[in-house]
């Protein structure tokens, strides 16, 4: 099975940009089939059971969602395999810009919206330095000058990425999307490891402290000073 | 060297195929768009400026010296066949005009001694002076729109060359189109400005979403322009002294020969 996964920052229209390039991959006749990581809520869902996708919606809830999306792979897996799916697309919430979900023999996909302006890809981390595409939305609200400033940005985070300028509305781009899906190579769960290490989150927040004074928090903790320290026993 | 694009017909906004089937544009030729607002005239531009291959709304095929052209020329910058100035004036980058422009530069793999020229065209263009140390997000809409015009001229200094609505930010419009338009290029100029558009060689009737027609200048349109601009050397006299607090006595009708 082929899979895709699919990161960026919330509203960057990752969603509308996969259901054109989904729609593409329906019309040269392979199966796909897709899940939608997200925290609290999401309907995307019903927008890929409009275009005739299989979708399975998993809501990560307290956990982080990229830790989710990794921990819940053979399951997605097994679910695509179910649908008779010969291509896998996860669509990740995408949130603190430290995790990249991408493993090493999936293709790895980076929406970034060009209107957050070009000091983004800088910020954004390992779900672009990682990423085997870059696609970058919403480029029709900024000057030409401007885009090409953002996507030289691109490439000083990720000299190798392939970028695409895309459309969510019109779809312009997301053929050329489609075509990188069909080009990506078959992953076996068994041989699979990450690009880029999950960070640690092994401290008393992550377990539900909710006081918020220093005294109280255990764990690997970092200070603002640079200084990262294990407090307790 | 790039000698003619083709603009294959797609499909208008009621998805009807567009009466304009084919349209072809020459090196060394102006040609305008015009029609009335939402007609499409800014999306006849944006498909221009991606060399559409049927993706967009449109469906319209671009063509560059009669094929298609590859994925690395509709992409990469350093590439780009086509300069564009949007309408889209609000820079969203938190820099100096000196930072951008030498980025843009570095992007279009154009000499940084092009900033300076760049500010120096802009300066000509509007009457509020640009440095560069000034923030681009404190820049006034001439001032965005004159930067934007003279970064196009010299640093995206491409061989097609794309402008809408040159009209709206009270610029030297003549000075700009000169500047922009350059020797051999390939120019379209969105327009609702009849001294504008009358500057052209042939203009596309834009209705609908659709190309409407193509409309050729006259000999006798091309006469009128010359008494238009004279009319817009008033107009923009009459706006300098408004401007500067100046009271209109009269206006000079005599010289206007009409």
Not at chain 2, 10 to 20: A, H, R, T
Not at chain 2, 80 to 92: G, I
Not at chain 2, 124 to 134: A, D, F, S
């Amino acid at each position: 099975m082929k899979m895709v996964i699919v990161a960026g920052t919330p509203g960057s229209g990752k969603t509308a940009v996969l259901i054109h390039a989904l729609q593409n991959i329906n019309e040269i006749g392979l199966k796909s089939a897709v899940v939608k990581i997200d925290c609290l809520y999401t309907d995307d869902d019903r927008k890929f059971a409009k275009i005739n996708i299989p979708t399975k919606v998993g809501l990560s809830m307290d956990m982080c969602p990229d830790h989710y999306a990794i921990y819940n792979l053979e399951e997605m897996i097994n679910w695509a395999d179910e649908n008779q799916a010969e291509l896998l697309v996860i669509e990740t919430a995408g949130l603190c810009h430290r995790c990249a979900p991408f493993t090493e023999n999936s293709l790895g996909v980076c929406v970034i919206d060009a209107t957050s302006g070009p000091n983004t890809p800088l910020k954004v981390g390992p779900f672009l330095s990682t990423a085997d595409i870059a696609v970058i939305t919403k480029g029709d609200m900024i000057s030409q000058a401007e885009r090409e400033i953002f996507r030289e940005r691109i490439l000083e985070v990720n000299p190798n990425c392939k970028i695409i300028e895309a459309n969510g509305l019109s779809g312009q781009g997301c053929a050329e999307l489609a075509d990188e899906f069909m080009k990506s190579q078959e992953v076996s769960l068994d041989q699979e490891k990450l690009r880029h290490s999950a960070p640690l989150a092994v401290c008393t927040l992550c377990v539900g402290e909710t006081k918020v004074n220093k005294k109280y928090h255990r764990g690997i903790l970092r200070r603002i000073d640079g200084f990262q320290s294990y407090e307790g026993e | 060297m790039i000698e003619e694009i083709t603009i294959i017909g797609g499909f208008d906004k009621l998805g009807n195929p567009e009466p304009v089937k084919k349209a072809m544009i020459k090196k060394g030729e102006i040609f305008g768009v015009v029609g009335p607002t939402g007609s499409g005239k800014s999306s006849l531009i944006g498909d221009i400026e991606q060399l559409s291959q049927e993706d967009t709304f449109s469906k319209r095929k671009i063509l560059v010296n009669g094929k298609t052209p590859s994925y690395e020329d509709r992409t990469n910058p350093r590439k780009k066949m086509v300069a564009q100035l949007s309408q889209n004036m609000n820079f969203l980058a938190d820099m100096t005009v000196g930072e951008f422009l030498s980025l843009h530069a570095k992007c279009r793999g154009a000499h940084s001694k092009c900033v300076n020229a760049v500010v120096e065209l802009a300066n000509t263009l509007t009457g509020e002076p640009i440095k560069k140390e000034h923030d681009l997000t404190i820049l006034s809409g001439g001032q965005s729109r004159a930067l934007m015009v003279a970064d196009v001229a010299i640093i995206s200094n491409s061989p097609i060359v794309l402008i809408d609505e040159l009209e709206n930010a009270g610029i030297r419009k003549h000075d700009a189109l000169e500047a922009l338009a350059g020797h051999g290029k390939i120019v379209m100029v969105v327009t609702h400005d009849p001294v504008l558009a009358l500057m052209t060689d042939k203009r596309i009737v834009m209705k609908n979403g659709g190309m409407q027609s193509v409309v050729g200048t006259t000999e006798k349109e091309k006469a009128l322009s010359q008494k238009l601009n004279k009319i817009d050397g008033l107009m923009l006299s009459l706006r300098d002294q408004v401007r500067n607090g100046e009271v209109i006595d009269d206006i000079e009708l005599k010289n206007l020969e009409l």
